[in-house]
């Protein structure tokens, strides 16, 4: 077994800049060549009596086979996340074929982003732009209420409706 260290040590030294290498013509991210090259060397060990072949083959197999997969995961996430989105957009279009459930889940997905939103607005603003959509006070009321111009009242309204819009620019 020491020997299998020491030869596997040596492997890797030489030859995981070069797989290195090979996987970033593949794949852009350093981190995830990081991953599929570290993978691809656990595989050799775990199978290091079983290789037939060349260790540099079995290796240079091994990564092209894992940054494949990436490519393919990918691939169907992104057609999974163009498929929903078109989902979306049929559902906004044509409202009334969307099954009920589906109506409140979204709904329930809008109301979640809108309360995190609003929650992210700095206190003055929450609290005005609060005022005016919970309690409806008018912009007057909430000016003589907190002693502050109505100026300033509808610059904190316009800075929060503002800041929800880009918030929630996906669900629009």
């Known amino acids: 077994m020491r020997t299998l260290y020491g030869n596997f040590e040596k492997i890797y030294r030489e030859l995981q ?13 350093h981190e995830l060549a990081r991953d599929i090259v570290q993978d691809a060397f656990v595989k050799l060990l775990e199978n290091y009596d079983a290789v037939k072949t060349s260790v540099s083959a079995y290796l240079f197999a091994s990564v092209h086979n894992g940054c494949i997969s990436h ?35 979204y709904h329930n997905e809008l109301k979640q982003q809108y309360d995190e939103s609003v929650e992210r607005l700095p206190d003055k603003c929450r609290h005005i732009f609060r005022l005016s959509r919970s309690d409806n006070m008018s912009n007057k009321e909430i000016a003589e209420k907190l002693g502050i111009s109505i100026r300033t009242v509808e610059s904190q309204i316009y800075n929060a409706l503002k800041r929800l819009k880009e918030d929630l620019k996906d669900f629009f």
């Open 71 to 105: 490519i393919r995961r990918q691939k169907l996430k992104a057609e999974h996340e163009e498929y929903v989105a078109l989902q979306i957009k049929e559902y906004e279009i044509h409202p009334d074929g969307v099954p009920e459930h589906l109506q409140q889940l």
């Open 17 to 29: 800049p070069q797989m290195y290498a090979f996987c970033r013509k593949y794949i852009s991210d």
